[in-house]
């Protein structure tokens, strides 16, 4: 499974942004599909997962009612809407593909190569 993300940009405090991800080779042996940033010096995070079946989400309780995940089965891409965005939300974004059967904020088998977000105050 090959991950693409594409979206990332310089932004001001308050904006919005939205990011893709496009799944290929064997996106159907994925169940889940998750959003993780690296802020600069930083560990990763997670922030958004969605299940590719029934649509499923689990969101981080620090973006809850800004950021929004959703998918499109038919394109195997995952979009990270995020709004209201914060000088702290400056990372870089990375997606992930899970095989696994449930929605989690780790465990995740597949990584893209991250977009870049930057969020100036």
């Known amino acids: 499974v090959q991950l693409v993300e594409s979206g990332g940009g310089l932004l001001q405090s308050g904006g919005s942004l939205r990011l893709s991800c496009a799944a290929s080779g064997r996106p159907s042996s994925t169940y889940a599909m998750g959003w993780f940033p690296q802020p600069p010096g930083k560990e990763r995070d997670f922030v958004a997962a969605i299940m590719w079946s029934g649509g499923r989400t689990y969101y981080a309780d620090s973006v809850k009612g800004r950021f929004t995940i959703y998918r499109d089965n038919a394109k195997s891409t995952v979009y990270l809407q995020m709004n209201s965005l914060k000088p702290e939300d400056t990372a870089i974004y990375y997606c992930?593909?899970?095989?696994?059967?449930?929605?989690?904020?780790?465990?995740?088998?597949?990584w893209g190569q991250g977009t870049q977000v930057t969020v100036s105050a």
């Open positions: 992930a593909a899970s095989t696994k059967l449930y929605i989690s904020n780790k465990d995740y088998d597949y």
